[in-house]
């Protein structure tokens, strides 16, 4: 293989899966000192191409956008998203056009016309009240947290939101959250011959249970949708899919891939995309803040001078320090440390490698955080390090928890907008 990059083979049938420690990304990020940026690592039977700089991913993902935004299909994509809904489509027509419509849908609810702010705002404040219930007790904020921000996607999607003690909500949360938080993803597929083992045969059974009672409700909606729909009056993510069916049917011939099934896949996903990954990030806020007595009392100043009360999404820009801190956030604790594995559709070019087409490739969203050339004291929470002599916030487009290129993450400016709106108000009900 002429110019392939350089990697590591690790032992026959399981490659480097044993060598990569309780922190595989932190493991490769140092692997990149001996191989360079790009380089190849066997997991399990598969070489995976990882890219460990910004430099790198950009020259790949958004320069190359067209090569690198594939998804391989295997076993666990269709176990988890039946190879439909948005995440795990392949590159491609079909793709694009969910994209396009999920994007515009997103826009149009989330910061558009019906922007959502005054809607995650009053589930804020339902959800400190909640809070507020435990007195002076002792208890874990993701209970609240989790069934809040689940919430947001529900009002998104069914234009509804739940009681926090509503069944569909809790058989919700259970699937997600009890399942899908630390859900061995990689290993099945890399290894989809693990299946058949007795231990995760049987915790597929378990999903496979739980799931069903939460794709009932979802199909149950979707049906009500359709029942009582009004070509004037859009209420939510389901009812604009509804339309597109229409339009895109309405001379006779089936488009395949606006239908009712497709639906189901997308609202599914926007489930698994949207809450733990947003939930995580606030819950890692509040215990780096709670950490760093400094940052406590800046952010604290901040939002008692800028914000109004209650806070509005409006307030962002004239607060710098705010900004910092959840740019901090989303440097120091990425939730996705390797983006989503992406598939090569044709051959591609990085770092003078040539990538064969239909290699898999990762981001090393991690490594590229923590490059201590970038940032002095990497593994160190300090906010002021995106804060200017003038007191000006300063992004940075190398700090990049959603990915970059034209597959990055769909709901990132949902999820932006909800992050900064939970934190704000949390703080501006309660000192932690
Ligand atoms: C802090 C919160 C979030 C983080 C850190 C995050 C991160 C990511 C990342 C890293 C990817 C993979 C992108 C790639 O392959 O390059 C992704 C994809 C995706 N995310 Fe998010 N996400 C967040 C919140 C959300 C929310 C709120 C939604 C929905 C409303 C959402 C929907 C999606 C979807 C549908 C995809 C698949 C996009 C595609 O393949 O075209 N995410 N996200």
Known sequence: RSNYPPGCDGMPFLGCLPLLG????????????RYGDVFYV???MQNVIMLNSFESIKEALVKQGHVFSGRQHTFITEFTSGNAGLGFLDYGAVWRSQRRFGLAT???FGMGRRCMAPKILEEADLMCDEMLKHGDHAFDCMDHITPAV???????????RFEYDDPTLLDTLHLLF????DFPFALFYFAPLVRFLPPWKAELEKIRQARKPVWDHIMSAIQQH??????NDCRDFIDSFIAKMKSTNADGVKFAWWNKEQLFHYVKELFLAGTDTTATTLRWAILLIHYHTDVHEKI???IDREASNPVKFEDMPNMPYTQAVIQEVFRSRPIA???????????GKVGGYRIPKGSIVMPNIWAVHHNPQRWKNPHLFKPDRHIDQNGKFVKSEDIIPFNVGQRSCLGMQLAKMEIFIFLVRMMQRFNF
């Not at 009890?178 to 938080?181: A, E, K, L, S, V």
């Not at 359709?226 to 070509?231: I, L, R």
């Not at 440390?337 to 051959?347: D, I, P, S």
């Open 22 to 33: 309780v922190h595989p990304a932190n493991t490769i990020m140092k692997w990149s000192k």
């Open 42 to 44: 066997k997991y399990a």
């Open 106 to 108: 997103l826009h149009e």
């Open 150 to 160: 689940t919430n947001i996607i529900s009002i998104l999607v069914f234009g509804k």
């Open 178 to 181: 009890d399942f899908g938080h």
């Open 226 to 231: 359709q029942d009582t729909y009004n070509e």
């Open 300 to 302: 604290h100043e901040e």
């Open 337 to 347: 440390n390797f983006g989503t594995m992406r598939k090569t559709t044709a051959v």
